[in-house]
């Protein structure tokens, strides 16, 4: 197969091209040559901060209750000390992610330096605007890459514990709050000259298209309750959501290492190649792109719940006063017979053996959201039958989980083999 393209359609260019993903001198203003114009890293927050909690009712209750206890305190001169939160509503949190399914929210103060001096470039001078953000890990060793997706600011180590990451914005924000494309206008360029128009989406005529599941989930997961239908075209510009496509699902190539490997030379920039069928490259990465924004409100995978004998439960006594206690869940695997057992109170069967494939950094995501509900931190100042339904709740929401767990790692793995199906390009050159 020729690896130059002139069909007539008005595509003329060499797919096998390799563009940086992003790049230090990009960032720096010194160059435009790379898909992505900045890049940074998300906040390392302690899980166990009393400013972070998954309900932002009664975070903002605590907050506002540790902002009283603060101004009671004399300061040097006998006055009240001073406090950052004198008045706390929830629309001074931020959605914070420290791993898929664990949806939560800080407190602004809680986020350390250099990250909270980003945050106006990446979620607007009020911290409401949205944005979608890129995860990534560049391969270590044997490993793969790793990439993910979320409308909520990551943890810097979203990939597991020691890996570095790279948070790749969607869009970033001047101060007066105006958002600007952060794909570069030269890799729209470039897979302009490459590629030209995108043929027929789909298949479809030039109607209007409904919104796909996946799309209405990832729209309700922004806030966006209503999707509006798209119009399909027969043929059209490529744009910087194509190249955002195209890259997301180059991304979770299973082919894809990342950087080129040149024996002797020193680790180049990360890099991603310009293959054949753009539309079906931009089309899987869309869907791929969608499901993870949403994984949080897919639905579960048709597992088996059987209630077991549920133990007595025991009062939660705290070690010191005012300090949170840390309940720690029973959690028990049987991958080959394929049961999981949740604190002695649910088991869940028929989890089949390939939903533990999907590696989310070192370990596999189901293994990462069972580390995940193993404790549960209750917060003191509640009665018994409180802290009881507390962890109630907590098993509950375990449980469907790890049902969309399931889900998502199926749903992940069928679109990667799709993606490995495409035709490859072999490399041709390297641009700078």
Same mark, same amino acid.
């Given at each position: ?7 007539? !359609? /008005? ?5 096998? $091209? ?10 720096? /203003? ?10 940074? =890293? ?17 975070? =903002? ?28 509503? $929830? ?67 979203? !990939?597991? *514990? ?9 869009? =970033? ?14 890799? #729209? ?31 309700? !997961? ?11 075209? @027969? ?25 080129? $490997? ?6 180049? *920039?990360?890099?991603? @190649? ?37 133990? #007595? ?10 300090? *949170? ?5 029973? @959690?028990? #695997? ?31 995501? @189901? ?9 549960? #931190? ?22 469907? =989980? ?31």
């Amino acid at each position: 197969m020729s690896l130059t393209r002139n069909d007539g !359609a /008005g595509r003329t260019g060499e797919p096998g $091209e390799e563009l940086a993903l992003f790049a230090a001198a990009v960032q720096a /203003g010194r160059s435009d040559h790379a898909v992505f114009r900045h890049y940074t =890293t998300g906040p390392p927050i302690d899980p166990h901060d009393p400013r972070l909690d998954s309900d932002p009712a009664a975070l =903002t209750e605590r907050l506002r209750s540790m902002a009283a206890a603060d101004r009671r305190k004399p300061g040097t001169t006998g006055r009240p000390a001073p406090t950052a939160a004198r008045r706390v509503d $929830e629309e001074d949190l931020i959605e914070f992610l420290p791993r898929p399914f664990a949806r939560t929210y800080v407190m602004r103060q809680a986020i350390p330096e250099p990250t909270v001096d980003d945050l106006p470039f990446l979620i607007g001078p009020q911290g409401g605007a949205g944005n979608t953000f890129l995860v990534f890990a560049p391969e270590t060793g044997a490993g793969q890459p790793f990439a993910f997706a979320t409308s909520a600011l990551p943890h810097a180590q979203f !990939a597991g *514990p020691g890996r570095r990451t790279v948070l790749l914005p969607r869009h =970033t924000f001047d101060p007066k709050g105006v958002a600007r494309d952060n794909i570069s206008a030269w890799a #729209v360029d470039r897979f302009q000259e490459v590629y030209g128009s995108l043929p027929l989406r789909h298949g479809k005529g030039p109607q209007m298209i409904p919104p796909t599941l996946s799309e209405v989930r990832a729209a309700r !997961a922004q806030g966006i309750r209503r999707r509006p239908l798209r119009k399909a075209t @027969m043929d059209r510009t490529i744009t910087s959501t194509d190249v955002l496509h195209y890259a997301y699902a180059a991304m979770h190539d299973p082919l894809w290492k990342g950087r080129p $490997e040149e024996s002797g030379a020193a680790p180049g *920039p990360i890099r991603i @190649m310009l293959h054949p069928d753009l539309e079906a490259w931009c089309s899987l990465g869309q869907e791929l792109l969608e499901l993870h924004l949403g994984h949080d409100m897919l639905e579960g995978w048709p597992l088996t719940a059987t209630p077991v004998p549920a133990p #007595v439960y025991e009062r939660i006594v705290h070690d010191e006063a005012g300090a *949170p206690f840390i309940w720690r869940l029973r @959690m028990k #695997v049987d991958r080959e017979e394929g049961w999981i057992e949740v604190d002695g109170r649910v088991r869940l069967e028929g989890v089949p053996s390939r939903a533990w494939d999907l590696m989310l950094g070192e370990r596999s995501l @189901m293994d990462r959201v069972i580390d995940q509900y193993k404790e549960l #931190v209750i917060h003191p100042g509640r009665s018994a039958k409180e802290e009881r339904q507390l962890r109630e709740r907590h098993v509950d929401r375990s449980v469907r =989980t790890l049902r969309r767990a399931c889900r998502l790692s199926f749903e992940t793995q069928r679109i990667r083999q799709a993606i490995a199906a495409l035709p490859h390009a072999i490399t041709t050159r390297l641009r700078a």
